[in-house]
């Protein structure tokens, strides 16, 4: 996912938009080299860092990928195990960017 990941935080560069990740990897320097090498430039967080609650678990992740789609008011509108494709995940994205470029007009 992570070409399609790297697509989407440039098309909707200067939009209402994060990408926000969580990595399952246990070992940092891996992650760190992995990030470097598919050019990860969004926030990604660790599952499982000492003294926080663990991610997966608090939002009761079933499976990898788990994919959350959140509105400009922190609401969940989609949820998906696994991807969806590509097209399903940039409509969906699309519409609420839109949504949340017309109340910021208003």
Do not use: C
């Amino acid at each position: 996912m992570l070409p399609h990941e790297r697509s989407l935080v440039k098309r909707m560069e200067n939009k209402p938009f994060a990408l926000i990740g969580v990595n399952g990897d246990h070992d940092p320097e891996v992650l760190k080299k992995q990030n470097e090498v598919h050019k990860v430039t969004w926030r990604s967080f660790k599952d499982k860092q000492e003294g926080k609650p663990v991610i997966s678990e608090e939002w009761n992740l079933l499976g990898w990928p788990t994919l959350y789609l959140i509105d400009h008011k922190g609401v969940i509108r989609q949820k998906w195990l696994g991807s969806p494709g590509d097209k399903i995940i940039d409509a969906s994205i699309d519409e609420l960017v839109k949504e949340a470029e017309g109340k910021q007009k208003s």
